[in-house]
T-cell receptor, first 112, second 111 residues
Framework: DGGITQSPKYLFRKEGQNVTLSCEQNLNHDAMYWYRQDPGQGLRLIYYSQIVNDFQKGDIAEGYSVSREKKESFPLTVTSAQKNPTAFYLC???????????FGNGTRLTVT | EDQVTQSPEALRLQEGESSSLNCSYTVSGLRGLFWYRQDPGKGPEFLFTLYSAGEEKEKERLKATLTKKESFLHITAPKPEDSATYLCAVHYGGSQGNLIFGKGTKLSVKP
């Protein structure tokens, strides 16, 4: 079955450490996205990529970095510069503009 | 400012008690409105896309409608398994990154 795989499901890190969240899709979608979800807030866009080797900042890109070396993969690094990294992170992809997003099941990151 | 507002924040229904969820938006150049369902600890699951005012989509007990200012998700005779958070998202303007999500409506259906 085609879909988006995010790993790990839960991740724990100490403050000051960088951490990388994995996102892989086998839907052959060109565009991929990273969102952050906090209680009581809507999903907020961190980064998105419409094509390999190209990506754009979203509304809350500070403290995060991404790469898109392969169509299937869009890893997100949460750096030590991110002031409030504890959150639920969602990766998504879409076949094209103005079409619905398909989401992975998220990674819950806890930084202490 | 471009905004998407969902109401109510939470809704508790008895099984079989029909109701509606609202998603109002203020954006320039609506390209599409999306409804998703999200279960706890999971990613959102796509339900419907609406592209123009007057459009309606239906799936089982759910029906989504769209006007120029808002969308409704009507739930007819809900069952406990319909309990979830329902998210609305609006795509607007010319950039693929122009997608705003509402904060969601948490629906609880009691047997």
């Amino acid at each position: 079955d085609g879909g988006i795989t995010q790993s790990p499901k839960y991740l724990f890190r100490k403050e000051g450490q960088n951490v990388t969240l994995s996102c892989e899709q086998n839907l052959n979608h060109d565009a991929m996205y990273w969102y952050r979800q906090d209680p009581g807030q809507g999903l907020r866009l961190i980064y998105y990529s419409q094509i390999v080797n190209d990506f754009q900042k979203g509304d809350i890109a500070e403290g995060y970095s991404v790469s898109r070396e392969k169509k299937e993969s869009f890893p997100l690094t949460v750096t030590s510069a991110q002031k409030n990294p504890t959150a639920f992170y969602l990766c998504a992809s879409t076949r094209g503009e103005n079409l619905p997003l398909h989401f992975g099941n998220g990674t819950r990151l806890t930084v202490t | 400012e471009d905004q998407v507002t969902q109401s109510p924040e939470a809704l508790r229904l008895q099984e079989g008690e029909s109701s509606s969820l609202n998603c109002s938006y203020t954006v320039s150049g609506l390209r599409g409105l999306f409804w998703y369902r999200q279960d706890p600890g999971k990613g959102p699951e796509f339900l419907f896309t609406l592209y123009s005012a007057g459009e309606e989509k239906e799936k089982e007990r759910l029906k989504a409608t769209l006007t120029k200012k808002e969308s409704f998700l009507h739930i007819t005779a809900p069952k406990p398994e319909d309990s979830a958070t329902y998210l609305c998202a609006v795509h607007y303007g010319g950039s693929q990154g122009n997608l705003i999500f509402g904060k969601g409506t948490k629906l609880s259906v009691k047997p």
